[in-house]
């Protein structure tokens, strides 16, 4: 069975502070990851998509590496802002159908204190 | 940002009410999605569209019926509100290319529904 799984499922972090959200898979055949930040009550917006052949890719404070070989993804914080409390979600596609067929994390839920 | 717009933002509702929630998207894409999101579950696929006059049920069982008449909008219908359709509803679009497998996944705001 194709499934997501995230870790931890919440975690509180002090402003100005790193953190690494892990995410595991077994979706396959592996076609891409995504990780999204949803703010709460609003919709998921994209951080970063990695296909087979990336390893690590950055989008401002935020770097996501990928682990195609023993299915992990982590997501890197850097220097933490009030900003960043958020519920950050792993999302994988699979290959082969035209839908691309995606499956979602639960999300970790950050909450970085002042 | 994502040019895809989702209405009403929240919905509070009594039993039995028909209800449509409006999504519209102006970039052009084919496919469209819609998902249900309880708290601190995953999202589900609950109808998706491949183009005009496309709609299939997604990964889980849902009341509610969606239509694509025009490219930009796929509004979704529930018939009868019961208070176990009180859940987040998301609405997404996608410029995926099946063949390149590329594409991102734009997501609306959602509509927070209430059903008393």
């Known amino acids: 069975k194709n499934q997501v799984e995230q870790s931890p499922q919440s975690l509180i972090i002090l402003e100005g502070k790193n953190c690494t959200l892990q995410?595991?898979?077994?979706?396959?055949?592996?076609?891409?990851l995504r990780w999204y930040k949803q703010d709460t009550g609003r919709g998921p917006v994209s951080l970063t998509i990695?296909?087979?052949?990336?390893n690590t890719k950055s989008n401002g404070r935020y770097t996501a590496t990928l682990d195609a070989d023993t299915k992990q993804s982590s997501l890197h914080i850097t220097a933490s802002q009030l900003s960043d409390s958020a519920s950050y979600i792993c999302?994988?596609?699979?290959?082969?159908?035209?839908?691309?067929?995606?499956?979602f994390g639960r999300g970790t839920q950050l909450t970085v204190w002042p | 940002e994502a040019d895809i717009y989702q209405t009403p933002r929240y919905l509070v509702i009594g039993t039995g009410k028909k209800i449509t929630l409006e999504c519209s998207q102006t970039?052009?894409?084919?496919?469209m999605y819609w998902y249900q999101q309880d708290p601190g579950m995953e999202l589900h696929l609950i109808h998706y569209?491949?183009?005009?006059?496309?709609?299939e049920k997604g990964d889980l069982s849902s009341e509610s019926t969606v239509s694509r008449i025009r490219t930009e909008h796929f509004p979704l219908t529930l018939e009868s509100a019961r208070p176990s359709h009180t859940s987040q509803y998301l609405c997404?679009?996608?410029?995926?290319?099946?063949?390149?497998?590329?594409?991102?996944?734009?997501f609306g705001e959602g509509s927070r529904l209430t059903v008393l």
């Open positions: 970039m052009g894409h084919d496919k």
């Open positions: 995410c595991n898979y077994t979706v396959s055949p592996f076609s891409n």
């Open positions: 999302v994988v596609s699979d290959r082969g159908s035209t839908l691309g067929r995606l499956y």
């Open positions: 990695m296909t087979f052949s990336e």
């Open positions: 997404a679009s996608s410029d995926f290319d099946s063949q390149e497998n590329t594409g991102e996944l734009f």
């Open positions: 569209s491949y183009g005009v006059n496309s709609t």
